[in-house]
């Protein structure tokens, strides 16, 4: 089949065609005194100017096609009924031309009104021939003009047919080069669809990392702030000797309380920031018990019971603590999800140490996983939760984490029964089991020998918590809330130790150590504290200057200062 437009186009000169070689017969047998034959043009070219105005429609090209195609047929078996002779040409042109509407109406339809108007000739060709004694001149002539007709007919029809085989052969392979660009464009569009999904949830991270941060900061200050004054009021009852047993009650409470908000910050920093800038050796049961003080009200509000048993021994490993806290987000997760319209659910967290292996197991008694799921859980987006609550990248992410430590992930699943998701990492050392505790060591001292610090933070209550610690070991302490009144201090005399915040208002806290060394020169020890885990990750990895985050304990702010300004041994010149 050709193109609707120009099948119409050819029609309209096939039947246009039919219309004059139909008027100019009509006439020359007229002229010729052949009436019967005049009038047989006659009514054939009426019908052919019935048929020309809708032949250029575009609608109406199959039904015309056809039309047409019974009209030249009929024409020439009226001319051999009624006058028993007519022109060869005129009966070959006649008889070929519904095997010119093949491309109209298609290769079976034009050829069965081709090959059928053949036969029809050749049918009346013969009846002619009984009637010889009538018409004794015209039926020899009649038969060969039929045959001839017949042959070529046939030979037409082959070769429409092989056209007609090659198209569909020429179509079937377009056809199959279109489905192989579309399943190409298919699996294009699903990996951008893919990429965009992954960096529309790196993007997500990152906000919740700025998120997290800020927050961090906005905590860690005044967190900072209340346990230096908890320590204060430890020391001051201690030497007033009023401290009994409630008040150290009451202020080891305060302290636990305090080491539980910092533990909530830590683990939402880690969770928010699931990669560092370098892997590090940490405890895998402090990152699982921080991570779920970020969630265990939340859960226990919603009915749900948290069994925790971390009794791993040896929970060392080496790896990024935010992506293990991440693992560990995303199977609690899970594991709410499947105790969803559960009560009395119960998540069971367990830690346990298997020959040189770290064993995490966070199991529930949740619906379970459907045994056809099981092999699709870990793949990227793949989610029977609806589109509102689960983006599939869950535990994807997680069984690529997990493979980051070198470990391996197993789950088993029972409908109906709960889920066990099963974590294996490599340990780092090997503590021995069983072995006895070791007894708490005393107090430590610091010895320190004259030196003159000075502490730039815009939290006056941080810096006068700073000052009351480092004084009281015989140090020397000039505090200072603005930056520029910092730098003019240190142009006036010589600092052994400067402590500077990040935050703060005109100037950064790097900014002002950078400027604070070209005017102390590399003597002076620069120490940088902050809540920020990103300007922790960036001042560690560069090693410009010294980092302490907060909420730093007493004990840790000395131990750093003691490395500087330790008192000479006896015998020794201080520097």
Not at 82 to 87: F, Y
């Amino acid at each position: 089949m050709i193109e609707p437009r120009w099948a119409a186009r050819a029609l309209f000169a096939f039947v246009l065609l039919s219309v004059l070689g139909t008027a100019i017969s009509a006439l020359m047998s007229y002229l010729d005194g052949r009436l019967p034959q005049a009038f047989i043009e006659l009514a054939f070219l009426l019908l052919s100017v019935v048929l020309l105005p809708f032949a250029r429609n575009e609608r109406y090209v199959r039904p015309v096609a056809h039309a047409a195609a019974a009209v030249s047929i009929l024409h020439i078996l009226a001319s051999l009924a009624v006058t028993g002779a007519t022109n060869p040409a005129s009966a070959v042109f006649l008889t070929v031309l519904p095997t010119l509407f093949v491309p109209l109406l298609g290769k079976r339809a034009g050829v069965v009104w081709s090959l059928g108007g053949t036969l029809a000739a050749l049918l009346l060709s013969v009846l002619l021939g009984l009637l010889a004694p009538i018409a004794p001149s015209a039926a020899p002539g009649l038969l060969w003009i039929a045959l001839l007709v017949c042959g070529l007919q046939v030979a037409i029809a082959a070769f429409h047919a092989t056209a007609h085989q090659k198209a569909i052969s020429g179509l079937q392979d377009h056809a199959r080069e279109l489905s192989s660009r579309l399943d190409e464009s298919r699996e294009s569009e699903a990996s951008r669809e893919e990429t965009r999904k992954q960096m529309l949830h790196t993007s997500k991270m990152a906000s919740v990392g700025e998120l997290a941060t800020g927050v961090a900061h906005e905590i860690n200050n005044p967190l900072q702030i209340l346990r230096g004054q908890l320590t204060w009021f430890y020391d001051e009852f201690q030497r007033r000797a009023i401290l009994n047993d409630e008040l150290r009650t009451m202020l080891d409470r305060q302290a636990t309380a305090l080491n539980r908000i910092h533990s909530i910050v830590s683990g939402l920093t880690h969770y928010a920031r699931p990669t560092g800038p370098t892997a590090e050796v940490f405890d895998a049961n402090q990152a699982i018990e921080e991570t779920l003080s970020l969630i265990e009200h939340l859960y226990r509000k919603r009915g749900i019971t948290l069994d925790i048993r971390l009794q791993a021994p040896i929970p060392l490993i080496e790896g990024h603590v935010g992506q293990f806290s991440q693992i560990v987000m995303n199977l609690l997760s899970n594991a709410r999800d499947a105790l969803e319209g559960r009560p009395d659910g119960i998540i069971r967290i367990e830690t346990e140490n298997r020959e040189d292996r770290f064993v995490l197991t966070v199991s529930d008694t949740g619906a379970g996983i459907a045994p056809e799921h099981l092999p699709r859980i870990f793949d990227a987006y793949f989610t029977t939760k609806g589109s509102n609550r689960g983006t599939g990248l869950g535990l994807s992410l997680t069984s690529s984490f997990v493979r980051q430590f070198n470990g391996r992930i197993d789950v088993k699943s029972e409908p109906g029964a709960g889920t066990a998701f099963r974590i294996d990492l490599p340990v780092i050392g090997c503590a021995a089991t069983g072995a006895p505790a070791v007894p708490e060591a005393p107090p430590r001292e610091y010895r320190f020998r004259k030196a003159r610090i000075l502490i730039l933070d815009d939290e006056r209550d941080v810096g006068d918590i700073l000052r009351y610690i480092l004084a009281e070991h015989g140090l020397d302490i000039d505090v200072f809330e603005k930056a520029g009144a910092a730098l003019e201090a240190l142009r006036s005399a010589p600092y052994d130790v400067v402590i500077s915040d990040y935050h703060m208002p005109g100037m950064t806290g790097d900014q002002f150590i950078r400027q604070a060394r070209e005017i102390s020169g590399e003597k002076t020890h620069f120490l940088l504290i902050t809540g920020n885990s990103r300007i922790i990750d960036r001042a560690r990895e560069t090693s410009e200057f010294a980092v302490l985050p907060k909420p730093f304990s007493e004990e840790g702010l000395l131990e750093l200062l003691e490395d500087w300004l330790a008192a000479a041994p006896a015998g020794v010149a201080p520097r």
